[in-house]
């Protein structure tokens, strides 16, 4: 039995890529599961999905803890967090970038593939939905399923969602990333403080899971505690309020699902902090004041 | 009626396995309303009537209490229907749970086993579907999504039985199975036509022939009743036996009646599982028996009606019994083991009770060993210890 790890933002399809790849496994005639862990997510946050492939039925139900692949859908994810977190030794990650493998930096150097598939996505399909491509750079990488599998799964999983066009031009993006993944050694020794997690015992946990704010190890705890989880990283679009159109309505102060707009002398000032980049002040603004533009990340 | 569909194999969730269970056995009414993590059920119930695939009434409603009670009417019209809840919406719709089964309407709901709040989780827990226990309702737990197809067919086969006419609740674990795909092999729709056969109410409403269903009635009337209703109840044990027996006849799938053995023949010790952690300490079991220990493993797939005479038999060959619970009855302990207790009076073997994965935290399989670990000492004297928290942080098992 193998096991893969995804991550990859809400939103960006990692759930359907790890269901595809089962998909791929399962009609080369493997018995493959497919599951998502279930946070607190929304679009643009840090999520996780799973599939476990063998050639007999799969009867564990656990999650996974030590994969045999990670694959990482957005390469921002590796500056916050060490994806290589219980991957087996001699495991391979594969990583959506425009880097070569030797280029990219993580906690150790391991096996790694690298491909540009927001760049393909962009290309085949005139979206940077990457889920597709990813799974071509998987293939050639592990070399565990062939590539006429995986776009066969991607022609039934996403044809049969978006319509056969569309399914086509998945699999031809998958292809595509098949031909131009790179496979080499990443570099290591990047360094990664884990965040510690609040895990009271009976004793300490409050009667009724009643909580004010409570300063913990792994920082603050209940009312107020968001103000430490910094969401702006969350984001894909990012708004730029015009202060020469701006009439000072309030409109998108009141708007806003996140609470992160402030009005600063009569004026509507972003917390880039907290911004998801949801787009509903721009929309809601009657003086067109607030242009939502793709933001470029370092 | 449905469009003829063939033999197939689909790489699906559990909840797509119980819509597509329900839509193949010919459900001709459904009402139901979303709830995480049901809510694949709804949308790919809903899809099938959209794309033609069935003809099925699909009643929107604006709550659990209002699903069920469309469901009730529609099925004393004449109807099979089908619905699905989850956790809080299944406490919503609790006081129409008693009025199907004591009018006897066969109903088949899937439940998609989450814990109920407070706090508000999403997570696996058996303490939404348990506490239905009294309703009437007969209720059972799914291990794979396979077993989730298989078991809304037999679902209808058993609960329009005219020995038993009560409805039932196969469960499924949340996200574990519900937003899990794994394949799972589906029968044609003619296969299960001709398995099922058509629905004949007992009893319908029908303009024609006016009949009064669920009237005022005092106490000259009212014990008779309930005495039907444990009786169904006891006779769907049997009626689980055959169907069991004649589903893997028909379709090749195996399920072994009301509870599964395995590994139990010359087992020192068992443990009673129910759910998904039963697949894991499937694992378990093999690797302890590699290791020489003596170990088996009970799957209790029904814990209405509870398989008394069942767990009665391994009683009388095994050393302890250990039995894992996914709730809490609160100052008694874990409900099957409150059964088990009750099912095995008189044997003097130890009998534990295992609680863990409670709120869905993952069982691991050294949470599983850790039980069977604590059962080989019990039958050794070594142990006298009842209620174990397993993975309980501040508590030692």
């Known amino acids: 039995m193998y096991e893969i790890r995804f991550h990859g933002r809400g939103g960006q399809g990692g759930k359907m890529a790890a269901e595809a790849y089962a998909l791929a496994a399962f009609l080369e005639g493997n018995y493959a599961v497919s599951f998502p862990f279930f946070g607190a997510e929304r679009r643009g946050a840090p999520v996780k999905a799973f599939t476990r492939v063998d050639d007999k039925k799969i009867r564990i139900k656990t999650q996974v803890y030590e994969p045999d692949y990670v694959v990482v859908l957005d390469e921002t994810l590796i500056e916050t967090q060490d994806v290589l977190e219980g991957l087996k030794k001699d495991g391979t990650v594969i990583i959506n970038t425009q880097r070569k493998p030797e280029e990219v930096r993580l906690s150790k150097p391991v096996k790694c593939a690298t491909v540009d598939a927001t760049g393909i996505a962009l290309e085949v399909l005139g979206r940077p939905i990457t889920n597709t491509a990813i799974l071509g750079a998987l293939a050639r990488a592990t070399g565990r399923v062939k590539i006429e599998s995986v776009e066969q799964a991607i022609m039934e999983k996403f044809g049969a969602r978006l319509g056969r066009e569309s399914g086509e031009k998945n699999a031809r993006a998958a292809r595509m990333a098949y031909e131009q993944t790179l496979v080499g050694t990443s570099q290591g020794g990047k360094e990664f403080v884990p965040r510690p997690q609040w895990l009271p015992d009976v004793h300490e946990m409050p009667i009724g899971g009643a909580i004010g704010t409570m300063k913990t190890e792994a920082g603050l705890i209940g009312i107020g505690s968001f103000v430490e989880n910094k969401t702006g990283d969350w984001r894909t679009f990012i708004p730029a309020i015009d202060k020469e159109k701006c009439i000072g309505c309030r409109f998108c102060w009141f708007y806003c699902p996140e609470g992160c707009i402030s009005m600063v002398e009569g004026k509507a000032e972003v917390n880039y902090d907290y911004c998801k980049g949801c787009g509903i002040c721009a929309h809601e603004c009657p003086a067109k004041a607030i242009e939502m533009t793709r933001e470029v990340k370092a | ?397």
């Not at chain 2, 296969?191 to 056969?197: D, H, I, K, R, S």
């Open chain 2, 1 to 397: 009626m449905i469009q003829k569909l063939e033999r197939k194999k689909m790489v699906i969730t559990g909840d797509y396995a119980a819509a597509y269970g329900g839509m193949i056995s010919g459900a001709e009414v459904v009402a139901a309303y979303p709830i995480t993590p049901q809510t694949l059920i709804v949308e790919d119930f809903a899809t099938f009537v959209n794309d033609g695939i069935t003809d099925a009434e699909f009643i929107m409603v604006e709550s659990e209490h209002s699903a069920m009670s469309a469901c009730i009417a529609a099925q004393a019209a004449g109807a099979r229907t089908f619905t699905a809840t989850s956790s809080q919406g299944l406490a919503l719709m609790h006081e129409m749970l008693f009025i199907a089964a004591s009018l006897r309407l066969p109903i088949v709901m899937p439940v998609v086993n989450r814990t109920v709040a407070a706090p508000i989780g999403i997570w696996c827990e058996y303490n939404d579907s348990m506490p239905q226990r009294d309703t009437g309702w007969m209720q059972m737990s799914c291990e794979d999504n396979q077993e989730v197809l298989d078991m809304v067919i037999m679902s209808y086969k058993i609960a329009e039985h005219r020995d038993v006419l009560l409805p039932i609740m196969p469960c499924l674990d949340a996200f574990i199975l519900s937003h899990t795909v794994e394949p799972v092999e589906a029968p044609s729709s003619d296969e299960v036509a001709q398995y099922l056969g058509k629905y004949e109410p007992v009893a319908k409403l029908d303009t024609e022939n006016p009949m009064a269903i669920g009237t005022f009635a005092p106490p000259e009337y009212i014990q008779e009743l309930r005495y039907h209703n444990h009786m169904a109840m006891e006779n769907a044990k049997r009626v689980i036996r055959e169907v069991t027996r004649d589903f893997a006849r028909t379709f090749g799938h195996d399920y072994h009646g009301l509870i599964e053995e395995y590994r139990c023949d010359d087992a020192d010790v068992v443990l009673i599982t129910i759910g998904t952690v039963t697949g894991t300490a499937r694992e378990v079991v093999d690797e302890l028996r590699e290791r020489g220990k003596k170990v088996g493993l009970v799957k209790l797939r029904f814990y209405r009606p509870f398989p008394r005479e069942e767990l009665q038999k391994i009683a009388e060959r095994v050393g302890a019994i250990g039995v894992y619970d996914r709730a809490v009855s609160f100052g008694s302990g874990g409900p099957m083991f409150i059964e088990t207790r009750h099912a095995l009076y008189g044997h003097s073997i130890p009998i534990m009770n295992f609680l863990a994965g409670i709120g869905g935290r993952d069982v691991m399989k050294k949470d599983v060993e850790k039980m069977f670990e604590m059962l080989l000492e019990a039958k050794e004297g070594k142990t006298s210890k009842e209620i174990v928290w397993i993975g309980t942080r501040g508590v030692t098992p």
